[in-house]
């Protein structure tokens, strides 16, 4: 296996190391959260070719690791970018409407050879008692994990999935949590979602960051990063080899504290803006 050419700011799930960036999948297996329309576009774009080119891309700035479903098509493309030198942590989100059937995708899980196992908010939130505070079969969903060499987690929509997993001590390492500028997805406000997440007593993977392509890569990725403890990680999607360079150049200077070197999009409305006239 090759070296990776650049480092990236680190974390941790448990004893993994992980890139305080992670490689988002939603766009990949078709979930665009704008429209059938684009989702269906997605689908027919996204070859396993194009997938990989992306990771690669992202695996080349060092990011290590992405979250998806437990599906082949995600094996095949990390083993695709396995053969290229470079190798991602497979965090994976199995779901299922009962118990039984989580249970199933978790096997499934490591089967596939999955690093991090986080029930997925289809199963977590669902399952969500708050009255009692708990969540339904948090001590078999855990220990199977734990059987299987799998490192456990939660990931949520609501953020009291957070504080009822810390207040009972359920035996996971991280959480996966919407969290973004509009508060696209996320339960409470967007100061409700920084003072959960940063009191969390595990590490946090903040998703939707840019909202869905609702929110400009320099706003959404300053906002998450300026208001994420350092402990934590973002996981974004990315349509292209360019867009993930880009992204990964912003992300690097928002984590140091810098300004990034912005490349403005120019169009013959802003000419004026330049001082030009015409």
Known sequence: ????????????????????????????????????????????????????????????EGINGTVSMPTDTMRAALDELERSGHHMHWIATPGGETLAELLDGIRLSADLGVAVCMPHTSYTDAHLNIAASTIDGAE?????????????????HRPEVITVSDAAGYDVEAYIQPFNATGFLCAVETDWMERVINGAQHTVIAIKPLGAGRIMPPTGLSFVYRHLDARHTVCIGCMSPEEAQEDIALARAFIADESPDLQLQYTRSKRTLLGRQG
């Not at 078999?140 to 987690?153: A, D, F, N, S």
């Open 1 to 60: 296996m090759t070296e990776q050419i650049n480092q990236f700011p680190m974390t941790s799930i448990g004893e993994l190391q992980v890139s305080r960036l992670l490689c988002g999948t939603n766009s990949f297996f078709g979930y665009s959260h704008i429209s059938e329309a684009r989702s269906a576009w997605l689908r027919r774009y996204f070859t396993l070719d194009r997938i990989v080119e992306v990771m690669h891309a992202m695996a080349e």
């Open 140 to 156: 078999q969903i855990t220990t199977l994990i734990r059987e299987l060499c799998m490192i456990p987690g939660w990931s949520t």
